[in-house]
């Protein structure tokens, strides 16, 4: 309703909180529907927004729009973080730190769907080390991103230990996407060992 009464800055408000929801149910191309009824120069100038058309785009697969919208996060949200460090004002706002840690788990996404894995693998890891304590959702997020990413290196012994208790945590969080994510890594996991049992029962 707001979109069609052309109130975008509420319907932008609207959106960005919503579309986490969204992600977590896999809803992708809802978070996209949406984003692109706003105005672009008012996404383009909103980190919060840009930061979900970064998501969406990586894990979509759109890698070049992933990485443009993304480096525009980072952008927008570097100065903000700068002038609150120079202020010395504080701690960085949980906000501004979590959209940081996001940027890092995107550009660990790319660089896991164009098969660098070691960048994707020390992307995610310093992700995983930044992510503050009292987001249990963005660290099973990242821990998941992780565990595809040690999974595809072929890292398995590794990957075996984060997906199982990544999996455990998303379960406790109730994020069914990922769960549902977890579950497809540690079957195919199980899969490549010879474990069909297991791979079956997962």
């Not at 109130?7 to 529907?33: F, N, V």
């Not at 979590?98 to 660990?108: E, M, T």
């Not at 406790?172 to 079957?187: D, G, H, K, V």
Request: charged share 20%; net charge neutral; aromatic share 8%.
């Amino acid at each position: 309703h707001a979109l069609a009464a052309k109130d975008y800055e509420y319907a932008a408000c609207l959106i960005a909180p919503q579309s986490q929801h969204w992600m977590q149910r896999g809803e992708i191309s809802t978070i996209i529907k949406y984003l692109n009824q706003l105005p672009r120069h008012q996404v383009w100038n909103d980190w919060s927004l840009c930061l979900w058309y970064g998501w969406s785009y990586a894990v979509r697969g759109d890698l070049n729009p992933a990485g443009r919208w993304t480096n525009r996060l980072e952008a927008l949200i570097t100065p903000l973080i700068q002038e609150t460090t120079l202020k010395e004002s504080g701690p960085v706002s949980s906000d501004l730190q979590n959209a940081y840690v996001q940027v890092l788990a995107i550009r660990s996404v790319i660089a896991r769907q164009n098969k660098d894995f070691a960048s994707a693998i020390a992307l995610g890891e310093q992700a995983l080390r930044l992510v503050p304590e009292e987001n249990l959702n963005l660290q099973i997020i990242i821990s998941a991103l992780l565990s595809s990413a040690v999974l595809e290196a072929g890292r398995f012994d590794q990957a075996e230990d984060l997906l199982h208790s990544t999996r455990k945590s998303s379960y406790r969080a109730s994020n069914p996407f990922i769960t549902f994510t977890l579950l497809l890594n540690e079957s195919a996991l199980a899969m490549m060992r010879g474990q069909l049992q297991r791979a079956h029962d997962l």
